[in-house]
């Protein structure tokens, strides 16, 4: 048994959102067999965290049949919606069932906040929810002080100082919690609903952060928590 992706002629909805037009893929009905890849997701080895990275969660890699499927069915798509790059072949960096397990007492100042996944312009992100709307989706900002959407390169070392002033002068740690629409750093520009077996796909760059609901649960069992798959996508 293995995985694989419908034909993606329909269901697919594309976006431009916030000042800057960022392209956002949506794509509904992504793979043909969904409870293949949850029971995939219950079976050995088991999830684990790594220190390494910043995920308030557990994570584990997703099968290389997957990781296969995606690569060859999604790369004429991309060189259609994310112009002018055109990518000629696409890697996956990383594709890792997730689980949000971290209570919001114990998370980090960085883990309150909008992030990126990368400052370069050949990476993409891709969100595979597993798990209901109640567990909620992916909400996308924008830096009031800069008015930043994406953070590039030559934008990162101005964001990244103005951004650690503010939130050290927030003392986030007072009152942790997880992102949640507008705050007085940031404003929520766009905001994709949870729906299982739906995929989105925008670029690494781009300010954004899970809508983890603490209150749906924090659960380590794949069948009851926020199940979701996240992969990151390099173009060249």
């Known amino acids: 048994m293995s995985v694989s992706i419908r034909s993606l002629k329909q269901g697919i909805t594309q976006l431009s959102i916030g000042n800057e037009a960022t392209p956002l893929l949506v794509i509904d009905d992504l793979v043909l067999n969904p409870d293949w ?6 079976a050995a080895p088991n999830f684990s965290a790594d ?12 099968p290389s049949c997957y990781q296969h499927a995606i690569q060859q069915a999604l790369l004429p798509l991309l060189q259609t919606v994310f112009t002018p790059l055109q990518p000629a072949s696409l890697h996956i960096l990383l594709s890792a069932f997730a689980l949000s397990t971290t209570p919001p007492s114990q998370l980090r100042p960085i883990q309150m906040l909008p992030h990126i996944d990368a400052s370069t312009t050949n990476q993409l992100a891709m969100v595979h929810y597993l798990a209901g709307p109640e567990f909620g989706g992916t909400s996308f900002y924008r830096h009031k002080q800069t008015g930043y959407e994406r953070i590039t390169a030559d934008r990162l070392p101005n964001y990244s100082a103005i951004l650690k002033a503010q939130a050290q002068a927030a003392q ?6 997880y992102v949640s629409g507008d705050n007085t750093m940031f404003s929520r520009i766009f905001q994709v609903e949870a729906k299982p077996n739906r995929a989105i796909i925008y670029p690494g760059n781009l300010l954004h952060s899970g809508d983890i609901r603490p209150e749906t649960g924090l659960s380590t069992e794949p069948r009851q928590g926020r199940l979701t798959i996240s992969s990151f996508l390099q173009w060249c």
């Open 51 to 62: 220190a390494a990275n910043f995920y308030p969660g557990i994570r584990k890699p997703t």
């Open 37 to 42: 890849l949850i029971t995939n997701a219950c």
């Open 172 to 177: 986030l740690h007072r009152n942790p919690a």
